[in-house]
């Protein structure tokens, strides 16, 4: 059974960086899909970026391209969600995910099997 845990949400400046981690116990995570999904109040959970299992392939969300990064660190069982240039729009619970083999990229939330609890980003001045 696949664990995960989110750290490194805050409060941060427009125009600012953060950086999100999300540890994994229980599996390595290079079998895995994996991606970060993010639920503003009142909207629904969306994929912003996800990788295949072994890197295959990758999606980026258009509203989030140029600025936010997905990486995997096999070494330490990690993923991380570097994030550039932030906005107020991006203020949001922000999880991380893993699933299974998967034989096309999908960043759909109903993919995924193992869920983080979720950070909070909050993009203020």
């Known amino acids: 059974q696949l664990h995960l845990v989110e750290s490194g949400g805050g409060l941060v400046q427009p125009g600012g960086s953060l950086t999100l981690s999300c540890a994994a116990s229980?599996?390595?995570?290079?079998?895995?899909?994996i991606g970060w999904f993010r639920q503003a109040p009142g909207k629904e959970r969306e994929g912003i970026t996800c990788?295949?299992?072994?890197?295959?392939?990758?999606y980026t969300a258009d509203s989030v391209k140029g600025r936010f990064t997905i990486r995997r660190d096999n070494a330490n069982n990690k993923m991380y969600l570097q994030m550039n240039s932030l906005q107020p729009e991006d203020t949001a619970v922000y999880y991380c995910?893993?699933?299974?083999?998967?034989?096309?990229?999908?960043?759909?939330?109903?993919?995924?099997?193992?869920w983080g609890l979720g950070t909070q980003v909050t993009v203020s001045s």
């Open positions: 995910a893993a699933a299974p083999f998967l034989q096309f990229i999908s960043c759909h939330p109903a993919v995924y099997d193992y």
């Open positions: 990788l295949r299992n072994y890197d295959a392939d990758s």
């Open positions: 229980g599996s390595t995570l290079d079998g895995y899909a």
